[in-house]
């Protein structure tokens, strides 16, 4: 089962094997993981649950080539030169990484060659600008006599970082993981999603051929077993999570132990608020987008939908007819928009969410069901309630799924959106510009839209509020959590 699977001429999908110290290496011992495609339920191939061995051979790897004058000594202009490279050919590999990204997760070619792909080069890109930019600074101390001290401040690599990584975007999120470790100078033992391994191995064999040092980034396959692994290794200086809430929890109290350095990205329940003066030409079409996109696997999604009452009937029926208007699909049909949802876990997962919504009191107004074709296909649906305490308005589905709340007094909404656990992002759709900043200031959540939606940038800080995360990935900020400040103060008296 370790062989590569030819999918079809034009599609190879790699072997099921660790990239480990620049090489290719079975675990043998491994009990093995199948891999499926969730548009067809057919088996790709299979995976090994990798064991403490395997993620302490990928540790030992990582850690020698931290410690490697090959990386260790390369100046940041030879740092920049390699992530530049890996973009280029991330660039020229463009449409197999989308074909394996489709395939593996289910999601439409259509966005992955558009958007997944062409993220992950922007962010190389991005981040290949960063490490000769990354220095300390020269300070005065405030309490020693003037001209006496020369102290300075060095910023070093925290290390070996661990990063862990879901399956709803499986490329752009491990680059999200990647560029800024590397662009730092850490070096990485990664393990991707269980359901959506392949595009991560593609991307192993271009960093090898882009010349990073062998060892300097490390895939190790498994579940959540292999995960933990990786959580309980000592060499391990700093995890980089990105996954469900119970995880981050439960990792965050692992790392407590030997205080690893750690960084959340977690769940959502990010409202969507349409003001009563918004343009429902664009809020409608953007309220949509902002649910239904990837199948609402996208951790910021708007899921709370709140409508003034007046309009409350043309919004629904505006987004539902959005909704409807998707195309359902399998990945690789290029005209398919709506895929399906990763697995059957994750199909009985969102049912389930639903159901226990419908049992508690909300309304159907659209959709509800699983799709009647092979796949795990979710159609696109909306649920009305005004009951806050609904499971289905309060937990994340991670599926197609919209709660939609009508409100009287736009006083009420700055309360409403904050009334989560979660605190990951926000839309606001206003032609009222300062309503919007009030608002956006009244709302916790790491990112707030205004008349646009799901739109993260390498520029701009990401992450969230409250129970949906630590830390923030993307832009300078995220080297905070890949640097640890040393200061060196010399008596020059
Ligand atoms: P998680 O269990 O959180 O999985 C995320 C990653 O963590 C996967 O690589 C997983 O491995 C790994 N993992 C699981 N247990 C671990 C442990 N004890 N130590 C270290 N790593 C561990 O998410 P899921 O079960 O795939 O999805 C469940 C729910 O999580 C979804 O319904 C959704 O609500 C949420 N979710 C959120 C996000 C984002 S972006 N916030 C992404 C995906 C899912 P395996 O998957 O290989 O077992």
Redesign the pocket.
């Known amino acids: 089962m370790n062989a590569p699977e030819q999918v079809s001429p034009s599609l190879r999908l790699p072997a099921g094997l660790n990239f480990i110290g620049g090489a290719w290496v079975d675990d043998a011992s491994a009990e093995r ?1 199948e891999v499926r495609d969730p548009s067809s339920e057919r088996v790709l191939g299979s995976i090994p649950r990798s064991t403490a061995a395997s993620v302490d051979h990928a540790v030992q790897a990582a850690t020698a080539a931290f410690n490697d004058p090959a990386w260790a000594g390369l100046p940041p202009l030879g740092r920049e030169a390699l992530l530049h490279r890996l973009a280029n050919l991330v660039e020229q590999h463009a449409s197999e990484l989308a074909a394996i990204e489709s395939l593996d997760n289910g999601k439409p070619i259509a966005f992955s060659s558009t958007l997944d792909v062409p993220v992950c080069v922007q962010w190389l890109r991005y981040f290949a600008g960063w490490p000769s930019k990354l220095s300390g600074r020269q300070l005065a101390p405030a309490m020693l006599p003037a001209g006496t001290t020369h102290a300075y401040t060095l910023r070093d690599p925290v290390g070996v970082v661990g990063a ?6 499986p490329l752009v ?1 491990a680059i999200w993981k990647l560029a800024p470790a590397l662009a730092a100078g850490c070096t990485v033992v990664i ?5 959506t391994p392949y595009s991560l191995l593609k991307l192993a064999e271009l960093i090898d051929a882009a010349g990073f040092p062998k060892g300097v980034v490390n895939v190790v396959l ?7 692994h ?2 309980d290794h000592p060499g391990i200086a700093k995890i980089s ?8 929890k ?2 965050a109290a ?1 790392a407590s132990r030997d205080l690893k350095r750690v960084t959340l ?4 329940k990010s409202p969507t608020i349409i003001l009563p003066d918004a343009n429902l030409e664009s809020a409608i079409p953007g309220a949509a987008q902002a649910v239904f996109v990837n199948s609402g ?3 910021f999604a708007g899921t709370r939908l709140f409508a003034p009452r007046k309009l409350f009937d043309q919004v629904l029926d505006g987004i539902a007819a959005v909704g409807a208007s998707f195309k359902i699909g399998a990945g690789l049909e290029p005209d398919s928009m709506l895929g399906p949802v ?1 697995s059957q ?2 199909l009985d ?2 049912l389930g969410k639903v159901q226990a919504g419908v049992n508690a009191g909300a309304a159907v107004h659209s959709g509800g069901g699983r799709v009647d074709r092979e796949g795990y296909f979710v159609q696109p649906t909306i649920l009305v309630t005004s009951d806050r305490e609904n499971p289905a308005y309060r937990e ?4 197609p799924v919209l709660t939609a709340t009508p409100y009287d007094d736009i006083d009420e909404l700055a309360a409403f959106a904050n009334d989560s656990d979660y605190g ?1 992002g926000a839309h606001i759709y206003t032609r009222d510009l300062s309503k919007a900043h009030q608002l956006a200031r009244r709302i916790q959540a790491g990112t707030v839209w205004i008349n646009t939606q799901l739109a993260p940038d390498p520029n701009l800080p990401f992450g969230g509020f409250k129970q ?2 630590w830390g923030r990935e993307n832009s300078e900020d995220v080297f905070a959590h890949y640097l640890e400040t040393k200061t060196v103060i010399v008596n020059i008296a």
């Open positions: 993981i862990i990584v879901p399956w709803n975007f999120l393990k991707p999603a269980e359901q498994g579940d959540g077993s292999t995960g933990q990786i959580v999570f990105t996954g469900s809430t119970p995880v981050g439960h990792i692992c990205e977690l769940g959502g696997q996208i951790c990763v876990r994750q997962s969102v994340e589905v991670f599926g990951l949906s995360g």
